[in-house]
């Protein structure tokens, strides 16, 4: 007989995985995992847990595992390639909401949402903000399917998503000028450096939403100018960057006209997102 405790000693290196795989299968909250360790599991159960618990050791992650990830206190559904929603991104998002509230307050609003994966910036938005309407854009077919799935679960019928190139995905919409804020979380990854990624991402998570060109800044070149056409004047133009891209990015912004453009840091202190307002 196994018991709840034996599966999670036999996998000791991974004690907050053990508990969320055994959550998974049981269909248990944590805390039963902890109060009722002595149980005796199925052999089904112990089966699936080993095989589980071994390709996590391998590397694959453990949200595909799940097919959930929680950001900003929604649980999204996820399916292997889509990007996985990180916690460094949520203060994009926070900003967003807050500006919005500020700047606009109950008015309706329109947030352009470049690239989005799973959904989390545009889903997130949508559901923290009720007066916008936020559309989504992404050339990835797998991406627009789970962002709608999670549209879905989240109930929301304020946002819409398109798939299509960057702006190429809005062609027909009579949209120019017309959106408050453009966000994005583009690929900023330098070819060079997807190799020295950690496994969990470079072999499972799709290097379409990973790498941005040589230097990584090949995205932010391409949406900064063409972003003016779509904002509206003293629009809000925001991005996520890599940690040591800050400056870089904040030249791009500054060259094509945007003012008042600054860098916000993450939690670690490091450079994280960039912004500016159109200028006109």
Known sequence: MVTINDLRSKYGEYPLESIMVISKLLKVDKSYIYTYGDK???DEVKDNYIDIMENIKSGYPIQYILGEREFMGLDFYLEEGVLIPRPDTEILVEYIIDYAKKRY?????????????SGAISLSVAHYLKNTIVYGVD???MAIKVANINKDR???SNVEFYKGDL???????????????IA???????TKEIQNLDI?????????ALEGGLDGLD????????SKKYLQNQGLLIYEIGYDQGEKVKDILTLEGFKEVKILKDLQGLDRVVLGLKNG
């Open 40 to 42: 005796v599991v199925e």
């Open 105 to 117: 307050g109950d008015e309706n609003i329109k947030i352009l949402d470049l690239g989005i994966g």
């Open 139 to 141: 050339i990835s077919e």
């Open 154 to 156: 989240f109930k929301l």
């Open 167 to 181: 702006f190429q995905a809005l062609t027909g919409l009579s949209l120019e000028g017309e959106f408050h804020i």
């Open 184 to 190: 994005s979380n583009p690929p900023y990854i330098a």
């Open 200 to 208: 969990k991402v470079r072999g499972f998570e799709p290097r379409l």
């Open 219 to 226: 995205f932010y070149r391409k949406i900064t100018p063409m």
